[in-house]
């Protein structure tokens, strides 16, 4: 007895070629433009040096530092690094459940990894709007009128964005 087969239609060269397409594209996601240089302090922390003239300054807004204090310390709020670890596992499980559309050539590779890319700045935003840790000194909730640490204007929260490479 033998067996006769034939195919219909032959979809392992597409998928082949989208396989290829993807192979050592990768997505990233950070801070864009004028607000990098904010999200950077923000996302690693520093410590500023205080000056005479800074000093003064903050005397005449109401903040009295002590005569001992070298440094001013903006404390590490990692929104990106953070923000990532939390949201990888549902960005995976969304693109894993997208791939096969990938693969049948129903959807295009670039716009695959576009809607990673959006998703997963999408989520550290959401993540950056809901952190309150480290809680900011209250000499500065007073001056911005607000206790979230990544929220005063919006604009490096707006930033977040991703390049496909």
């Not at 000093?55 to 001992?68: E, N, P, T, V």
């Not at 923000?83 to 590779?109: N, W």
Request: charged share 25%; aromatic share 8%.
């Amino acid at each position: 007895m033998g067996v006769k087969w034939t195919t219909k239609k032959n979809k392992f060269p597409e998928m082949e070629r989208a396989v290829a397409e993807l192979n050592g594209k990768r997505v990233n996601v950070g801070v864009s433009g004028e607000q990098a240089w904010l999200a950077g302090i923000h996302e690693y922390g520093c410590k500023i040096k205080v000056t005479d003239k800074m000093r003064a300054y903050l005397h005449s807004q109401g903040l009295h530092l002590k005569a001992d204090t070298e440094y001013i310390t903006i404390p590490e709020r990692a929104f990106l690094r953070n923000g990532f670890d939390t949201s990888k596992d549902s960005v995976m499980k969304d693109a894993e459940q997208v791939l096969p559309s990938v693969l049948d050539g129903s959807l295009s590779t670039d716009e695959f990894l576009k809607m990673v890319g959006i998703i997963l700045s999408s989520d550290i935003k959401d993540y950056a709007q809901q952190l309150d840790s480290p809680p900011l000194h209250p000499f500065t909730v007073k001056q911005k009128g607000s206790t979230n640490p990544l929220v005063d204007t919006g604009d490096m929260i707006e930033s977040i964005t991703y390049e496909v490479e």
